[in-house]
């Protein structure tokens, strides 16, 4: 019933910067962990930012610096600021929510992914 909408992406030249947006809706008591994932042909998934319900972050060194993640606990929401974008950058952009309680009388936690928004950067 948990449902993860990223937006945002699109095609920006070297140097620039898009804000990507992920909005969890459904029945969420409280995400643990909210995450931006990339992944591009040929190449394996791998962890852009992540953040705690607590506000701990933490970025990929290939991002640190340039990205920046933050989160709307009421709204179940994570954006994703990326500037000095980069071409090696360029990859299907997923959002994550991790740890997901989804009732009080389910102890379970529970994982959701979004379908992902494309950003292509150019040289």
């Known amino acids: 019933q948990v449902q993860l909408v990223e937006s945002g992406g699109g095609l920006v030249q070297a140097g620039g910067s898009l804000r990507l947006s992920c909005a969890a809706s459904?029945?969420?008591?409280?995400?643990?962990?909210m995450a931006w994932y990339r992944q591009a042909p040929g190449k394996q998934r791998e962890l852009v930012a992540r953040i705690s319900s607590g506000g701990t972050t933490t970025y990929a060194d290939s991002v640190k610096g340039r990205f920046t993640v933050s989160r709307d606990n009421g709204k179940n929401t994570v954006t994703l600021q990326m500037n000095s974008l980069k071409p090696e950058d360029t990859a299907v952009y997923l959002c994550?929510?991790?740890?997901?309680?989804?009732?009080?009388?389910?102890?379970?936690?529970?994982?959701?992914w979004g379908q992902g928004t494309q950003v292509t950067v150019s040289s």
């Open positions: 994550n929510a991790e740890h997901v309680r989804i009732s009080w009388s389910d102890p379970y936690f529970h994982d959701y």
């Open positions: 459904g029945s969420i008591l409280s995400i643990a962990v």
